[in-house]
């Protein structure tokens, strides 16, 4: 019997149509575009404005353009999963509001919090309902307001991030294609160097934590970039062995956009020429766990089925990890 895979079958971006480039940033705070370039690979980010607009809003947008896309109805969608760090709200989950702005009700929808890697781990979770069986149809959204979380006055941080959304269609195949294998690691340690520090049930919000910045972003950038370039490097070799897969086999890797340098490190590692490699870090920044569903939308057009792909993935948790599929069309 032919095994069932689940295959992304449709991918739909939306990127909110305001810019800030490194020449913004120079008048905010003591940095300037040479720095930033060459350092991380960004020269602009995309940000979200507008009151009382949220990562659902943006979540939204590229799930209704999927449905008209893909020719379908609210009703035919089994399940809708989010990943995302900036929720519109602590509750209730991001993915309800979603599919509530989106015409979509009485399916079962959740949040995945995994930060950067978030996409890969409700990626991963998605393909489960499909091969159980259990579900035929399921979006996959990957959506951060980075700017919501950012400290315009911290150089250290607020040059690296962006907003956007991204969402894929997941169906059955029973033609090899879809997602082959996947693996996802986490080590809570690392949350010292990556988090942050109010406005959860450890430290509440109160006026002394915002007077005290706490509800930003924060982040020892050199430690996490340290595991960064080793631990996605290692496990995106971990998975090529694994599937039995060299350099020449793979058609696209499609990395977490959260450092060019980091992308580089694992390009190397995975013995793949760069033409081989999806980067808009430099158009988008880091907008979490939409970098990978986003890269996916911006390549569509030069992927063919049957294409093997490496997504790759390091983030706040820490967690990491990365996923092999052959693309189904
Ligand atoms: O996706 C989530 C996971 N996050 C990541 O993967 C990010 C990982 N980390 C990184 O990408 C890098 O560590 C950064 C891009 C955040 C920083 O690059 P770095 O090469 O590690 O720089 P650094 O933090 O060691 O800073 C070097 C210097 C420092 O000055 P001194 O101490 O050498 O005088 C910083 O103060 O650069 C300074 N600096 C800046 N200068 C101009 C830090 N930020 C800036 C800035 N503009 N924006």
Redesign the pocket.
């Known amino acids: 019997m032919t095994k069932i895979l689940a295959a992304i079958t449709a991918v739909q971006g939306y990127l909110p149509p305001d810019v800030l480039s490194n020449a913004d940033l120079e008048k905010m705070?003591?940095?300037?575009d040479e720095?930033?370039r060459s350092?991380?690979g960004i020269s602009e980010r995309r940000i979200l404005k507008g009151e009382g607009l949220g990562t659902s809003d943006m979540g939204a947008e590229a799930v209704k353009q999927l449905l008209a896309k893909k020719d379908l109805a609210p009703t035919d969608i089994d399940l809708l999963i989010c990943a995302t760090v900036t929720p519109d709200m602590l509750f209730p989950a991001t993915a309800n509001i979603i599919c509530d702005k989106a015409g979509i009700n009485g399916i079962p929808s959740f949040d995945i919090g995994a930060?950067?890697s978030g996409f890969l781990y409700a990626l991963t979770t998605a393909t489960k309902f499909i091969e159980s069986g259990m579900y035929q149809k399921i979006i996959v959204v990957g959506a951060d307001k980075m700017s919501s979380i950012m400290d315009y006055e911290d150089?250290?941080t607020c040059?690296?991030f962006g907003d956007g959304a991204a969402a894929v269609l997941l169906e059955p195949s029973s033609d090899d294609t879809g997602i082959k294998d996947a693996l996802l690691k986490s080590d809570g340690n690392g949350r010292h160097a990556?988090h942050m520090k109010a406005g959860g049930s450890v430290r509440p919000a109160s006026h002394e934590t915002v007077d005290a910045k706490e509800h930003y972003v924060f982040?020892d950038?050199?430690t996490?970039?340290k595991f960064?370039v080793k631990k996605m490097a290692d496990v995106s070799h971990e998975i090529m062995e694994r599937n039995q897969l060299s350099g020449d086999d793979i058609a696209w890797l499609v990395p977490?956009q959260?450092?060019k340098?980091?992308i580089d490190a694992t390009t190397r590692r995975m013995g793949l020429s760069t033409d081989k490699v999806m980067i808009n870090i430099q158009k988008y920044g880091?907008t979490?766990a939409a970098t990978i569903p986003l890269c996916l939308w911006e390549w569509e057009s030069q992927l063919n089925k049957g294409d093997n792909l490496v997504l790759a993935a390091?983030?706040?948790g820490f967690t990491w990890g990365a996923v092999y599929l052959k693309w189904a069309y």
């Open positions: 705070v003591d940095t300037n720095w930033i350092r991380t930060a950067c150089r250290a040059v690296l990556l982040q950038g050199k996490v970039f960064a977490h959260a450092n340098r980091i880091n979490t390091f983030g706040g």
